[in-house]
């Protein structure tokens, strides 16, 4: 019955499933597949028949319809033992981690249905992402989430993202060709001591997949009704076991849309084009060599006040961000448990809009070296130096007084991995670093882990982190709206860095379980309590006049307080054919101001946060060369408040994306999403200095082909 409703002639469909039958998969790799074949592929017409899509649903639950097992997708047990390198800049098993990390393979990007770094993102437990208009985003995790989220570290192959300038990351001009990641890796919560400065609710490491892996031509099309773009990337083979690969794309997003239903000012085009070179001279050495470069422009309306005269005012603009980067990796390996690796990277970023317009230069080396002490213990530890060149020219909106700096940043750290008994272990480290605003920084952690079985591991972490100032904190100078005030008439009210602030601090104590129930369930729990000290906050000051008055809000350290919760994620191999992945999220957040102080949180202030997340994420294989997958997202409601605005609250909201993929062959993929389904449109944040927009429901048809 199947091959007639799938316009299949039976004797092509018994020769692609024998061929799925007889194909081996290769767990070496977190995502991997059959071999392709040489024989010539039938081609199933959906073309011609669309609505036969919709029919061959209808067979799943006969009973003339095995139950299929995807050989790609990696068992529960093969899941729990995924190689990452996050948690302890080393591999190592993610069992073992003694920390609350999560790996979103290669497999589970490709049926995520996601196209940006952003929305692949929704899938982690615990990360809120919230989209404020066509190309800007919210991402934080545990709390202080805003457009920049200064306490979350994002990283891509060990070059950082994070802006040294304004203490965040500028989703808009962060993007990666999805299908060349081998895995993204999420720790929740402190990660300062391997990590550094502002490593300190998270870090994200996005890590590529090496040449060799990329072979061959890809191409993948996409378009419908909120976004359309194309990519195009070429594998080779190099002299002496080397391996190259060169990408480019282009994306073009459509505008979200208002309140009221009508076309936002906020769509968004992007070109991205890079490449990666891998080569090994030697059994012991591997040389990697990788850039990128890219153009963006981003429409949006920003707040704008020209002059102590003119009210602000969000005005339609569009913001251009350029950059490129190249970086170098040496790695030797000394023998079974010692090696050292040397990398370098340089990194130019610039954006100008109606606002402001500024350039980041950085150079970054840095020196990692492990190896054993005792039979029982192993050491790593590194020295890094960092150059930051940085300028912006700005006007009466913002400013920074003095426009330019030049900022060094030097570390080091060390961290001893300790085998106290067979299934007990202690790693204790340090991270120092000396930045050029407040000298000298102590991140120390310590992680104790206990091996229940073999299949369960509990651990247990406490931990220092700091989030260090930047020029957005010593040196802006703003305005940003105007209030009467009796005997003053109408006052502007300005912002001012303040040169002497200090780092904020975070203390935190995590307790953690990670275990495998039999080979269909497994269970990931993980419990927090966060003291913060020295937090950034805008503290009113007396009036000035310059000549017009001013009320003056001066960014100071004025805000303490705590933070806790539960994250809890499972997955649950129902049939062969069907996995589900849950979590839940709790998040209490509890910030006062110190004596004298006002209380306002400069960035990310607690109602900015979700307190209750559910994800629930659905992957079925209806047939070997027919997938459905769901995502059912919750996120409770948030509120914000300003002295211009009073509160405004943005609903919580349920949202379901839907992805049908069909796979006629091995190297041709075609996928129909569905976002946002359950709504016509609704909101997710809002932004200080931008309109926040509402995200509409849409669709996509997508296709990938290998070859």
Same mark, same amino acid.
């Given at each position: ?292 470069? &890219? ?233 927090? &309590? ?178």
């Amino acid at each position: 019955m199947l091959h007639k409703i799938l316009g299949l002639p039976y004797a092509s469909l018994a020769q692609e499933v024998r061929t799925m039958n007889n194909c081996q998969p290769n767990r070496t790799a977190p995502v991997s597949g059959c071999a392709v074949r040489n024989e010539p592929q039938a081609t199933l017409p959906f073309v011609r028949r669309p609505l036969a899509l919709l029919a061959a649903l209808a067979v799943t639950s006969g009973a003339a319809l095995a139950q299929p097992q995807d050989p790609t997708m990696l068992s529960l047990e093969e899941l729990m033992g995924i190689e990452i390198s996050s948690a302890a800049k080393r591999p190592q098993r993610l069992l073992d981690a003694a920390t609350a990390i999560y790996a979103i393979g290669s497999e589970e990007i490709r049926r995520s249905g996601a196209t940006s770094l952003p929305e692949l993102l929704r899938t982690v437990p615990g990360v809120q992402v919230s989209r404020i208009d066509g190309s800007r985003y919210a991402v934080s995790i545990r709390g202080f989430s805003s457009r920049y989220s200064g306490k979350l570290l994002i990283l891509q192959d060990g070059r950082t993202l994070y802006s040294p300038l304004f203490s965040g990351t500028y989703w808009e001009a962060q993007d990666v060709l999805l299908e060349d990641v081998e895995r993204i890796e999420v720790i929740r919560g402190s990660g300062g001591t391997l990590w550094g400065a502002n490593a300190v609710n998270g870090v994200i490491n996005i890590i590529t997949r090496q040449a060799r892996d990329t072979q061959g031509t890809f191409v993948e099309a996409k378009g419908g009704s909120l976004e359309r773009g194309v990519a195009l990337r070429h594998g080779m083979a190099l002299d002496n076991g080397g391996h190259a690969r060169a990408y480019a794309k282009i994306d073009r997003h459509n505008p979200l849309e208002t309140t009221t239903g009508d076309k936002a000012h906020d769509a968004w085009e992007q070109q991205r084009a890079g490449f990666r070179v891998d080569l090994a001279p030697s059994a012991s050495d591997r040389f990697t060599v990788q850039g990128d470069a &890219y153009e963006a422009q981003s429409q949006q309306r920003v707040l704008l006040m020209p002059g102590p005269t003119v009210p602000a005012s969000f005005v339609p603009d569009t913001a251009v961000s350029r950059g490129a980067n190249v970086l170098v990796r040496w790695q030797r390996d000394l023998g079974p448990r010692e090696s050292w690796q040397l990398q370098a990277y340089a990194d130019h970023t610039q954006q100008a809009d109606v606002v402001q317009q500024h350039r980041i230069d950085t150079l970054d080396i840095e020196w990692q070296h492990r190896l054993p002490l005792t039979a029982s213990q192993d050491l790593t530890w590194g020295l890094g130096v960092r150059s930051v060149r940085q300028q912006l020219d700005g006007g009466f909106t913002v400013s920074m007084i003095p426009d330019q700096h030049n900022h060094m940043l030097y570390s080091a750290f060390v961290q001893d991995e300790i085998q106290l008994r067979e299934d007990v272990h202690l790693t204790l480290g340090t991270k120092l670093e000396h930045n050029g605003y407040t000298g000298m920084e102590v991140q120390p952690s310590a992680r104790l882990q206990w091996r229940a079985t073999p299949t369960d591991n509990v651990w247990a972490a406490a931990s220092r982190s700091v989030a260090t100032p930047s020029m957005a904190t010593t040196a802006t100078f703003g305005h940003f709206g105007t209030q009467s005030i009796p005997g003053l008439g109408d006052a502007v009210i300005g912002v001012r860095g303040n040169p002497d602030i200090r780092s904020e601090v975070m203390n935190s104590f995590e307790l953690g379980y990670r275990g495998q129930f039999g080979p269909r369930f497994n269970l990931d729990a993980a419990a927090f &309590y966060n003291q913060y000290d020295h937090l950034v906050s805008r503290e009113v000051s007396a009036p000035i006049f310059v000549p017009y008055p001013v009320i003056p809000f001066l960014l100071d350290n004025q805000v303490e307080g705590k933070t806790y919760g539960f994250e809890m994620a499972g997955n649950w191999q129902v049939l062969p054919s069907w996995r589900l992945h849950g979590s839940y999220s709790w998040l209490k957040m509890d910030l006062k101001a110190k004596p004298g102080g006002t209380g306002l949180v400069a960035f990310g202030a607690a109602d900015h946060s979700p307190e209750h997340m559910v994800k629930l994420h659905s992957l079925h294989q209806l047939a070997h060369n027919l997938e459905l997958d769901a995502s059912l997202n919750f996120s409770s409601k948030l509120i914000f408040s300003s002295p211009l605005t009073g509160a405004l609250e943005v609903p919580g909201y349920t949202r379901l994306d839907l992805r049908l993929g069909w796979r006629p062959s091995p190297n041709l993929e075609v996928n129909l999403i569905g976002r946002n389904l359950l709504k016509d449109r609704h909101p997710e944040f809002l932004a200080d200095d931008v309109r926040a927009n509402e995200v509409p429901r849409s669709v996509l048809l997508q296709a990938k082909w290998k070859f």
